[in-house]
Each structure stands twice: as C-alpha cells, then as structure tokens.
C-alpha cells in the first residue's frame, strides 16, 4: 500500500497525515503531499493547518495567487495561527503588494508577539515602502526576541546604510556573518559597505570568499555588488544565473500563462509600442542619458510609453519625461501581477528594462512575460542570467564576441556605442573659482567623482603614486560619506606620506552645476574593475579628458566604449601599467594634454556619442528587426545593427 492510499484507508490519524504531507514535500515531492492533504481536508474542510501547508506547496510550484487564496482561508480559520499570517506577507511581499504585507505581518504579530521572523518580516516590509526608521525598530525587536537572529542583523544593516549610519551598518553586517559565516547575503552587504566606506582591510578575503560560493553555486549572491568586484564574465554570469533561479521565479500554475510569450499583431501593420520600465523616471543619472531619447523616438514608427515604479520627486525632470511619452504610467503602488497587467492591457511589443539588478529594481514584474519582446537596456552592465529576457543592448567593445556565452540574453549590437545621451544636457554658465571649490589656485587636478564603490585599493594605490610623482596636484574625489573621507586620507597616508592633505571631496550638486564644475579638473581618472558610466559622459561633455583602463567584463569596458564614440581611443589602456603612464605623460605634458583637449572639443560635436538622433535610429533599427523576427515566427537570437553616419 503506497503512502498516500494509508489516508484514504483511515491508517493515520490527521495530525500524522499531515506530518506525512509534510515529510513528502521536503523529499520533493509536492504532488503526493498535496494528495494527502486533499484527503484531510475531505475529513476535515476547515483544518486551518493543511491549508497552510497548501498554501505553502502552491508557493512551491510557483503559483502564487493559489499559494494566497489557501493561507488566507488558513488564517480565517485559525486567526491564532501566526504562521499562517506571516508566510501570507512573504507571498505579498513577493508579489509587490507591500501594504497588504504590512498587515499580515502586524496579525502575525498580535497572534505571537514573541514571533521574532513576524518582527523582521515587517521590517523589511517598512523598508521596502521607505518608511526607514519603523523598519529598525522592527529589527531591534527581532533581534531582542532572537539575539543570534543573523538575518535581522543583516537586515538592520541594510536599514542603516540607507539612513546614512553606515558605521553601524558595517558593525550589523559584521555581527550577521560572524553569527553565520556562510551567510551570502550578509557577507555580500558587508563587502559592499566597506567598499561604500573604503575600508579595504578585508575585501580580498571576503571577494574570494564569494567567489568560491559562486563557482560551486551554493547560494545566491546580490549581482550588482558583484559587478563591482574582481571577478570575470564567466563568474558574473554563474552570479547572474543563481541569483534569477531565486529572485526572478518562473511562475506556475494560473500565472503560467502569463509567462508564455503573448500572441503579437499580425501582418506587421501599425506602430510598434515600447514600453520603458524603471524606478529612475526622475531626477537620476538614468534620466539625464535618456530624457533626448524618449522624445526623439519617430512617432511615425513607433509609439512610446514610458512606466515607472519609482517615486514621483515633483522635479523639473519628473516633468519633462512625462511630456517626452506618448503616455505616462505610474505603477509605484501596483503589485508585480497588476503592473505586469496594466503593461499588457497596454499591448506593448517591446518592453525595455531600464533596471535589471541595481537598487530599487523589480525584476518580478518582467518575469511575468508582459510583452512577447523583452529588453535589458542601459541600468544594468551585465546578463541577467534569465531566459524571461529577450536581448540586452551593447556594442562590440562592451560585449565581446567570446563573452556571448556568459550572456543568457540575445546581444543586439548597435553599430557604434551602447549608450544613449542627451544633447540638450545644460552646463551652468557660470564656472566656480578653483577656491570656491577647494582646489588649489595652481597645479593639476586629477578628478574621480565615481561613487565610493567603484574605488579599490590597486587603482587608488595609482593615484596615490601620481600625485608624487606630479608636484603640487591634487586628487579631487566624490564626498561620499565622512567614513570614507577618512578612511581615505589614511590610506594616503600610509602609502606615502604627506599624501592625505592633497586629496579634496567635492559635495553633491545639481547637474548643471556639476557639469560646470567639471571643467576644472584637467584629467578624469577611470575606476577598473567597474568604470564611471554616465560620469565618463558628464566628463567628456564637459570637455575634461577620461584615461580608463578596460578590463574584460562590460561593466569595466563602459568607458572605453564611450571615449573610442568620441574618436579618442588613444585614452583606453588595456593594464594598470599603461594606465598609470599615460595619466602621467598627460600630466607632465601640457601640450599634449591641451592637444587632446582641442580633440575633444572638436569631437564632441561630430562624432557618435552625443549624437542623439543617430543613436535614437540605430536603437530604433535594433527594436524594429527584433520585431520582424518576432512577427516571422523566429526565435530572439544575436544581430548587429548597422552603421548609418547620415540621418534625419
């Protein structure tokens, strides 16, 4: 007699049935445990605790919306069943329906107010929903009930770093790994913290540590964080991959459909629609490079909608984007499912993700399939190791041919610079003093305003070198955080001494006059292995020269491929050797350096890179023969777009 057939012949009584639903979905098999569970509920239809396991199989095979009609009538049927409330918020949660969350999570809590996982759930739920300071005190409360709860020590540093507080961040993180050293997630954050702060004492240990986690797939790491360490392509994209089997879930059961690819128009009659998704409609770097973009698009060909889940700012920018779309669709509040439905409604063709990984990025919402074309543009330098993405937009510097393995998207390869900017972009007339800025009045000023991030102990170790090596110049970087202001001076410091007193930090300012504030550098100095993006266009547009060093990943390609569109390829060194020397050369030769600025001068104006309307048809092209494919019957596969130096 099989397992399941014990329950219908009356052998186990209920409490051991469900015990054995139970032991048959931890031995993976989620069908037979919901056969038992069936046949409990036919003796019992209201036995809160069956419907809670059924909620939590549904959630299993991917069916969300059955995995919260069951925990729902669970939690109806037992309201002291907390359990049942808070695993009801993580599906909410999962599905972008913060709100609801927030009140399953408080049930579950005047249920057992002891229930530390209810406390933490809530917290990140406030966290989610902005509301920073509700989400610590949950934490604290977590962490209080449950002292060695290593995920609400993570998660409270999470909390803190977005209120700024990133010394007891890094202590938070520090606690959750030394309580679990194998915890990813919390070594992950903590890496990133450090490097936010430049505490460098222990970055190589712990990116070898991540490594080895990716390489034997073991758990799930934050890509983005990854993007900014010393890994390869090959790693990104194993990265990329594990990360998406966790957080871009395939869905099953009634959303299965929504995951197929939609039947599209026939004939090819009609505009194509494009949709752009983002959380950075907004006053944001991302706005700054598309804002031309989205209002040079051909209303002939195409119509455009634009579809943000980010926080309208009220901004100048807020507004001009709204008038740059044919419609505007604000979907902060709507949940992954009833964005992904408003998309639909919408019949988009193409839909282009503006986000992929980085912060505030809602990858559920694309992995429900809400237009047949999907596209990964611009956000995110890297795959995002799913198959619900279609294509991913570059050129052939950023993306090599032999890198294509390590894509899981189709590459669509526009002919000279994957990235859009705008040509109407103001600079501030007026030019602050050098001692408006701090500066010195005479000497060179080499300039990095890269976030804090990107700067790693072997490049600033170059910087450090060069700034002896250049009497009377100075190193003029990003104020980020005090901590890194600090951090930084020391490490001057002990590289050479008399090193601290020449590095300046420049505050945060509007774009125009951050714009106009870059033409006093005389040199921008790239970061590797994850360059300055937009920065290396702010820079390049406001006529100071970028050296980078390009690496082989796209994020540490970006800015070559931006300084070879505005014809100085001269600037891209392929090591840290011939990085350092050119910096130096340049510096020590006014001359030549005055030469590449008469250069850049010059190019700016003629060649591709702040070309916006060549570049709005060569991505025009791209998205019109990823739809003649679609319209074909044709599987998404790798083209290139090709050069067209004459356009309307």
């Known amino acids: 007699m099989c397992e399941t057939q014990w329950v219908v012949a009356g052998a186990l ?52 919306e059955a995995s919260v009609q069951w925990l729902r009538k669970a939690a109806s049927a037992a309201p002291g069943l907390a359990p049942a409330f808070n695993d009801l918020g993580n599906v909410l949660m999962e599905e ?39 989400s610590v005190r949950c934490y604290q409360q977590a962490i209080t009930l449950s002292p060695g709860y290593a995920e609400a020590h993570r998660n409270l540093g999470s909390a803190l770093r977005r209120l700024g507080r990133l010394t007891e961040a890094v202590a938070s993180f520090q606690t959750a790994v030394s309580l679990n050293p194998a915890y990813a997630e919390a070594v992950t954050q903590l890496v990133h913290e450090m490097q936010s702060i430049c505490e460098w004492s222990r970055i190589e240990e ?24 010393q890994t390869t392509a090959r790693q990104q994209w194993l990265c990329a991959r594990r990360w998406a089997a966790e957080h871009v879930p395939r869905s099953g059961g009634a959303g299965g459909a929504a995951c197929r690819r939609p039947a599209g128009r026939t004939g090819g009659a009609g505009k194509i629609t494009l ?33 943000s889940y980010g926080p309208d700012d009220g901004g100048a920018m807020r507004q001009r984007l709204m008038a740059a779309f044919d419609d505007f669709v604000d979907l902060e509040h709507a949940s ?30 694309v992995a429900l399939r809400p237009a047949p074309i999907q596209v990964s543009y611009l956000g995110y330098p890297g795959t995002m190791g799913t198959d619900v993405v279609d294509y991913i937009i570059a050129d052939r510097f950023v993306i090599l041919e032999e890198h294509q393995p390590y894509f899981s998207e189709n590459v669509a390869y526009l002919p000279e610079c994957y990235q859009v900017n705008d040509s109407t972009r103001k600079i501030a007339e007026r030019v602050p003093s050098r001692q408006e800025c701090g500066l010195p009045e005479s000497g060179f000023v080499f300039c990095c305003f890269n976030a804090s991030y990107k700067l790693t102990p072997q490049v600033f170790q170059i ?64 970061t590797l292995p994850y360059n300055a993006h937009t920065l290396t266009s702010d820079a390049l547009w406001a006529g100071c020269p970028v050296v980078t060093c390009a690496g082989e990943t796209f994020a540490s390609r970006v800015a070559g491929s931006l300084l070879r569109a505005v014809g100085l390829p001269e600037l891209v060194t392929s090591c840290l050797a011939d990085y350092e020397a050119l910096v130096a050369r340049l510096a020590r030769e006014p001359a030549l350096l005055e030469g590449v600025r008469e250069e850049l001068k010059r190019n700016r104006q003629t060649t591709a890179l702040f070309d916006s309307r060549r570049f709005t048809r060569h991505l025009e092209s791209a998205f019109e023969e990823m739809w003649r494919r679609y319209q074909q019957g044709a599987s998404p596969g790798t083209f290139a777009v090709g050069s067209s130096r004459s356009v309307p």
């Not at 249920?111 to 300071?133: E, K, M, S, T, V």
């Not at 712990?206 to 360490?229: G, I, M, Y």
């Open 206 to 229: 712990l990116t070898n540590q991540l490594v080895k986690v990716v390489e034997s797939q073991s758990a799930a790491v934050n890509p983005f964080v990854f993007l900014s360490l």
């Open 463 to 526: 910087w450090v070198r060069l700034l002896h090596a250049v009497p009377g110049s100075v190193l003029w970087l990003l104020a980020s955080n005090p901590e890194m202001e600090q951090n930084l001076r020391r490490e001057a410091e002990a590289r050479l001494a008399g090193s601290a007193e020449r590095l300046v930090f420049a505050p945060t300012l509007p774009n125009p006059e951050h714009l106009a504030r870059l033409r006093l550098a005389d040199v921008f100095l790239d």
């Open 96 to 134: 972008g329906r913060t709100q609801e969350a927030i009140a399953e999570y408080r049930r579950a809590i005047e249920a057992a107010p002891d229930f530390a996982a209810a406390h933490n759930n809530l917290g990140n739920a406030w966290q989610i929903a902005g509301r920073l300071q509700e």
């Open 13 to 64: 009584t209920i409490a051991e049935a469900l015990a054995l639903a139970e032991d048959l979905l931890s031995g993976g098999r989620p069908g037979d445990a919901a056969h038992v569970c069936a046949k409990i509920l036919a003796a019992d239809p209201n036995h809160a605790g069956t419907m809670h396991l059924l909620g939590i199989i549904a959630h299993r095979e991917g069916n969300r």
């Open 275 to 307: 949709g752009y998704l983002s959380a950075d409609l907004q006053e944001h770097a991302t706005a700054h490079l598309t804002a031309e973009l989205f209002a040079l698009h051909d209303r002939e060909r195409f119509r455009v909608i634009g579809y």
């Open 336 to 365: 992954h499912t009833e964005a992904a439905a408003r998309i639909r409604s919408h019949r988009v063709d193409i839909l282009i993700d503006l986000k992929g990984y980085t912060r505030d990025a809602r990858p559920g919402i």
